[in-house]
């Protein structure tokens, strides 16, 4: 596996499990996430996939089965794959083929796929800005989610579009140190 240590499922999934709860969750980064986390309703998925193809009908998949599913009972799903894409620009590309998947599937207004990566950089940010860790991962992930759930959660929640903003404060705040302090 190209020197690539192999990791169990359940570890991936603890893992990003302990990055939702105490950076997602812990930080307030998504104001949203706690309710869906409480009642069980995330769908942890781990890819064994190695390439974009197999990544890709892994992703095919599961926007099907996040599209049929109660949202009861599903909510939303994250497509963890520690084994592809881990170099944030082959990542940052695939997320185009995302995106049309959404589309080919007539999923487009109804399923969208946000993006969490170990080496998340924004646009015209540092590589080491604080802000870019608001989307960084413990492994590459595609998290799918229900458009009509993201509007009635932003309708629901006061100033939505400073979420973002709130969140680069809060970690530029907390800092290189503070973030290393999270995972002690």
Known sequence: ????????????????????????????????????????????????????????????????????????????????????????????????????????????GVLQVASFHPHYQFADSEPDDMGNFSNRAPYPTLHLLREDSVDKAVAAFPEAERIYETNIETLRKLGPEGWKALWK
């Open 1 to 108: 596996m190209h020197g690539i240590e192999p990791l169990s499922d359940e570890a991936v999934i603890e893992a990003t499990r302990a990055w939702l709860e105490k950076a997602v969750i812990g930080l307030n980064l998504c104001p949203f996430a706690k309710a869906v986390h409480v009642k069980r309703q995330i769908r942890y998925v781990v890819s064994h996939a190695e390439n974009e193809e197999s990544l890709l009908e892994d992703l095919l998949h599961e926007l099907q089965l996040l599209a049929a599913a109660d949202p009861g009972d599903i909510e939303t799903t994250l497509l963890i794959h520690p084994r592809v894409l881990r170099d944030f620009l082959d990542y940052n590309d695939f997320l185009d083929i995302a995106d049309a998947a959404v589309d080919e599937l007539g999923l487009d």
